[in-house]
């Protein structure tokens, strides 16, 4: 590393894709910037002593009211463009999970509200990468 080469702080997260039996797939609201207003999958950052995996699975609970093992997760995707989050770097671990189509929903802690969406009508404002996130949920 020369003189002029820093270090960069970069931050660990995880997002969950949920999709239903029946082609729906589960966004929330966000309540908070930056992209306050924007639809988004369920996700925040790991907390100490704590798998990606797990972190996924407890950011769905707390935002969405849904729960799942987190063994029950499967991975998606790296994400880890420099400029993914204007609050800095971000890289995030993403997952996806097929729940029933009967799944009740309950818009928690940092969620202004939580839908399902049917894939084919997404809404236009996706947070962050989210777009890209959804496309490799559906093609894996």
């Known amino acids: 590393m020369t003189e002029t080469e820093t270090f960069e702080t970069i931050r660990y997260t995880a997002d969950?894709?949920?999709?239903?039996?029946?082609?729906?797939?589960?966004?929330?609201e966000r309540d908070w910037p930056p992209y306050k207003g924007y639809w988004a999958c369920a996700g925040g950052h790991v907390d100490v002593r704590e798998t990606s995996r797990e972190a996924a699975a407890r950011e769905l609970a707390e935002e969405t009211g849904v729960h799942v093992s987190a063994d029950d997760l499967?991975?998606?995707?790296?994400?880890?463009?420099?400029?993914r989050d204007p609050r800095g770097r971000h890289v995030t671990v993403a997952y996806a999970v097929t729940?029933?189509?009967?799944?009740?929903?309950?818009?928690?802690?940092?969620?202004?509200?939580?839908?399902?969406?049917p894939l084919a009508a997404?809404?236009?404002?996706?947070a962050f990468d989210h777009a890209d996130i959804l496309r490799a949920a559906t093609d894996s």
């Open 99 to 117: 729940v029933s189509a009967d799944t009740r929903i309950t818009a928690g802690d940092d969620a202004r509200t939580a839908r399902w969406w």
């Open 122 to 126: 997404l809404p236009e404002q996706l």
């Open 74 to 83: 499967r991975q998606i995707g790296v994400f880890d463009q420099p400029d």
């Open 16 to 28: 969950v894709a949920v999709l239903t039996t029946d082609g729906t797939i589960l966004l929330i």
